[in-house]
């Protein structure tokens, strides 16, 4: 059974980086075939999916955050991460990490399992 779990500061101030990193238990994230995703959710907005790493190392990224995204894993300590540079007010959300096996149209398409997201405020 996966089961995920972000983790990381919950306060950002502005310019800076928020880096999140999500921790897989029951599961490798290097297993064929699935997509390791970020999502977010601001208040009174549905979710926007951020970029996600494949079970191969590659990387996909949503073109409006792909030029202060990145995402990186540790396969050693079955986790990947989040970091998003210079970050404004509008980047406070909640963030989830999710797994899922992607679409022949869409990498962040039916998430299976996903951590129980976590507040990150940005603010000085």
């Known amino acids: 059974q996966v089961q995920l779990q972000e983790s990381g500061p919950g306060l950002v101030k502005p310019s800076q980086t928020l880096s999140l990193s999500c921790t897989c238990s029951?599961?490798?994230?290097?297993?064929?075939?699935?997509?390791w995703n970020w999502i977010r959710q601001s208040p009174g907005k549905g979710l926007e999916w951020m970029g996600a790493?494949?079970?191969?190392?590659?990387?996909y990224y949503s073109p409006s955050l792909k030029s202060r995204t990145s995402i990186s894993r540790d396969t050693i300590k079955n986790q990947f991460t989040l970091q998003l540079s210079s970050v404004t007010l509008e980047d406070t959300a909640v963030y989830y990490c999710?797994?899922?096996?992607?679409?022949?149209?869409?990498?962040?398409?039916?998430?299976?399992?996903w951590g129980q997201g976590t507040q990150v405020t940005v603010s000085s």
């Open positions: 029951g599961g490798s994230i290097i297993m064929n075939y699935y997509y």
């Open positions: 999710a797994r899922g096996p992607g679409n022949a149209y869409y990498v962040g398409a039916n998430l299976d399992y």
């Open positions: 790493i494949a079970y191969s190392g590659s990387t």
